[in-house]
């Protein structure tokens, strides 16, 4: 592997871990990535696709949420209007109807063509409501987290040359000034 790829392999696996140590998810949560392979490298969004940066994002993650029973929601690009790869057990455990369509490099993006290829059962979903996720290089994910997301910051703000947001979710809090909240307040 070249180095350029091994050190996005290590970032991705980095920012993988230090969310899923902030998130505290539990088995069965669900982190949705989306990945601009093309910022990664250096490019403009949708522009300069690779499926080798993308396969080494996703050969960072995956090992650390399947080690932890986290499933991993791929999303695609704006030309699959967002929709996501999942693991069908995932999209039967909460519901998520799958739609007909499999994502390629052009059409789906690098890193949901790669989840495709590497999941042992993949489906596409149109939206689901994810506990955490990882936006690498501007995708936009926020619509496929539950209503509260907060901000993560970890030790890296790229993955290559893309600009790296994490974020968690948590419950909403409701009843106003006298109400007692479960756990912490965070």
Known sequence: MEPILQEIQSQAALAASELLSAANLRPGGIIVVGCSSS???????GKASSLEAAQAVFD?????L?????FLAAQCCEHLNRALILEADCAEQYGYDPVSVRPQPKAGGSFASTAWERFRCPVAVECIRAHAGLDIGGTLIGMHLRPVAVPVRVGLDHIGQAILLCARTRPKFIGGSRACYEGEVR
């Not at 910022?39 to 969004?45: P, R, S």
């Not at 960072?60 to 650390?64: A, D, H, Q, V």
């Not at 399947?66 to 986290?70: L, V």
Request: proline share 6%.
């Open 39 to 45: 910022e990664i490298m250096g490019g403009q969004i």
């Open 60 to 64: 960072g993650i995956y090992p650390i």
């Open 66 to 70: 399947e080690e932890r029973g986290i």
